[in-house]
């Protein structure tokens, strides 16, 4: 069954017509439904898909007619966001979205560090990257659509609450990412560098305020590590 974000969604509402262009082109010429069909929407205020069956369907309009409620039971019990490095590619960043919405990490914060490569992102290109979340989030069932922030001036020196992790290529003075309890925090924090590394001064700064973990001797892409760590974070 199809799952559509919608914003407007009002678990009173049992009856609803979609004139959204880009809904109604993705449901009629991508999916091609037929009056029937059954589809469910949801939106980040109700934890609950909503099911519909359409009634008719129309060039610019379709109506759906509500039969069903079910309970979204795919959320983690605990806030996970990944606050990783200006990366050099926009394709990285549409990867780390993309799968890190699937796994279920709920905000992503990109920022610019020391060694981060100039990388200019555009109001469309944030669109375009809004809407990778959005589909991610209704193929993998989530029940939220994550929050991405892409921000030149964060301040390491003032780090988000709750328990904050950084990774580092060197084993010195580091943790191992099973020594963390999960279940001990509300909100888990990841930050990831660039492809060149955390600076030694930005080292300093993290080494103050977060618990600073080794992955061992392979070296990780600063688009696979958030992945790889946070589904490991999720499911332990």
């Known amino acids: 069954m199809q799952r559509i974000y919608f914003p407007e969604l009002n678990t009173q509402d049992d009856n609803i017509t979609i004139s959204d262009i880009e809904i109604v082109h993705q449901l009629t010429k991508v999916l091609r439904i037929r009056v029937g069909d059954e589809i469910s929407l949801f939106n980040w205020d109700i934890n609950k898909d909503i099911i519909f069956t359409v009634t008719e369907l129309g060039k610019r309009e379709i109506s759906i007619k509500k039969i069903s409620e079910q309970e979204n039971t795919s959320e983690i019990d605990f806030e996970l966001s990944l606050y990783n490095a200006m990366p050099n590619k926009l394709e990285k960043i549409e990867y780390i979205i993309q799968k890190g919405t699937e796994i279920g990490f709920t905000k992503f914060h990109f920022f610019r560090t020391d060694r981060s490569q100039k990388l200019v992102i555009s109001d469309n290109k944030k669109v375009r990257l809004e809407k990778i979340i959005t589909e991610a989030a209704e193929q993998s069932g989530r029940a ?93």
């Open 144 to 236: 939220i659509i994550p929050q991405i922030i892409i921000s030149d001036d964060f301040d390491i020196n003032n780090l988000p609450d709750w328990k904050n992790i950084f990774f580092h290529t060197q084993n010195e003075n580091s943790q191992d990412l099973r020594s963390i309890e999960k279940r001990s925090w509300e909100k888990i924090n990841l930050f990831v560098g660039p492809e060149g590394g955390w600076s030694e001064s930005e080292v300093q700064i993290l080494e103050q305020n977060t618990s600073r973990i080794h992955l061992g001797n392979r070296i990780l892409r600063t688009e696979t590590t958030g992945i790889v760590t946070g589904f490991y974070i999720i499911q332990a």
